[in-house]
């Protein structure tokens, strides 16, 4: 067995290789130890998710909805620059009246033909952290965070440039999400993540009934790589039983995915190895010792040397500087391949959603919350599958799209572990490996499977739109239109 437990944290929010968010574990621990705290945790076989499947009920849960889009509505968020030309709206949806648990949501419509263009859900992982404060402020949304903690500026990439997009904070706990029950914090997992979810879609679409017969996808990152395809899965499934709204899934797309545990284990290795960051000798000791679903004393010893050869960097980017890093401030990262994402992100938008204004302009109910926003709640989990290619090969076989993306230079769930979980679906090439190019410079490279494609993304970290927001709005643009990314400049 793998040794010591903890659950997947690390590898979404977390530190490998001393890197990784600065809420999470200390930098000085073993990477042997950071790694394998994650994946020991007695989990639940993925048959045992499957197979329960069938007890998801419908019709589920449906709270009165009337008035409470226009309720919704932001009128401005305090600091937003002049000109914002789109509706944003930011508030709960009951999801459990009798626990009194509530999911808080931020929407942002699209600046123009808002009434055509697709609905899109994002999910950020951890399992426990935010997608408003990474998802929406940090990556994808249509504002950052200006270094004051007070102001915002345009994201000129954002995805509502070409879809409607929720941001979801879940499970209950996470961000401004509650429950009036405590003892639900203590009760995530990733079954009541996906059904809490599925229920929140439900009763939003009854608050925005103009999106009802929109086609919709869902995308993420991270532990989102769970969250996804089981999500995907239950609507799929209740589609077909329930007498409520049916939920128009086209596809899904996920960045730097935790899809299966021992490819995640075994592919962090390769991908620091393959970048020339520890010894040679050490990769040929975890190559004869290293079985990442039994670890034993000699391979123990090999990881430690891995650990302690790489040293300290940041893993959610191996090239760019941490926060506290001299290197850090924005003139100095504009020359960086990480362009002008500035490392210290994190630590505005935590001071901005902290602001009294900004919670009054968003809706906020902090007085329902058990602790002031944060990024990451660092949330007991009690369910998730060691996997989830088979739920991820049952949505290929549907006829929904399947898009998974890489960030190349990630090394807290790195290319290589995707590429190890492909292999494991073991699909059919219909378009072999090309380049593929954003405006005049390779964006990345793509291969299209049978219902599955696999995109990388040049030069980004583990938050994809945050270090390459062009690139990720092409990849983006493309997966909306059910496209593949451009051959040609």
Known sequence: MKSTSVVIFLLVHSVIFAGAYRLSAPLDRPLKERISDALSKDHQSLSSWSSSSSEFYSPVYLGLQDGLMEADMIQGLPGQPNGVNFDQYAGYVTVDPGHGRALFYYFVESPEDASTKPLVLWLNGGPGCSSLGAGAMMELGPFRVNSDGKSLYRNNYAWNNVANIIFLESPAGVGFSYSNTTSDYGQSGDKRTAMDTYTFLVNWLERFPQYKSRDFFITGESYAGHYV????????????????????????AMGNAYIDEDDAYQGTYDFYWSHALYSDETYEGIQKYCNFSDVSSQCDTYLNQASSEVGQIYGYNIYAPFCDSPASSVSNVHSSMDAAFDPCSEDYIHTYLN???????????VTGLPRPWDNCAGLPWNDQPTTVIPVIQKLMASEIRVWIYSGDVDGVIPVTATKLSIKKINPLVKIAWYPWYSEKEVGGYAVEYDNLTFVTVRGAGHFVPSYQPERALTLFSNFIKGELPPSKP
């Open 229 to 252: 395809p089981q999500i995907s899965d239950l609507i799929l499934h209740n589609n077909k039983i329930t007498n409520q709204t049916v939920i128009n899934l086209r596809g899904i």
């Open 355 to 365: 602001l009294p204004e900004v919670q009054k302009a968003l809706h906020a109910n």
